[in-house]
């Protein structure tokens, strides 16, 4: 089973994750790491993910049978599955696209506060 989890981390964070990694020979699992929350969520948008829940769930299929799926314009699904390509979500195989996890978990934490000088 192949298992990905998705999160917004720092980098100084992630090269931590990488040095334990590193130290021990013992990988933590695989990650999409994005910068910030923001960004998170800007690339994985309600209709991408959409998209990642059809490929999950009925398997590898070409651009235009997701887009009929899903009732969407093909030019629209091929630019979101190009972005979901590019972070490593969604891959080709045999000129279909498919999601090559059986599991996604995403992180979502709440921002650190900070003090604000009244």
Excluded: C
């Amino acid at each position: 089973m192949r298992k990905v989890t998705i999160k917004a981390e720092s980098l100084r964070a992630a090269g931590e994750r990488f040095k334990r990694t590193w130290k021990t020979g013992q990988a933590e699992g695989e990650f999409i790491t994005f910068e910030n929350g923001d960004l998170m969520l800007q690339t994985l948008t309600r209709k991408r993910w959409e998209l990642i829940n059809t490929l999950m769930n009925r398997g590898a299929m070409g651009v235009r049978e997701l887009a009929r799926s899903v009732n969407r314009d093909p030019k629209n699904v091929h630019t979101d599955i190009a972005a979901l390509k590019e972070i490593g979500l969604v891959t080709d195989i045999e000129g279909r696209v498919t999601v090559p996890y059986d599991e996604i978990d995403y992180i979502v934490a709440r921002p650190k506060r900070t003090a604000v000088n009244a």
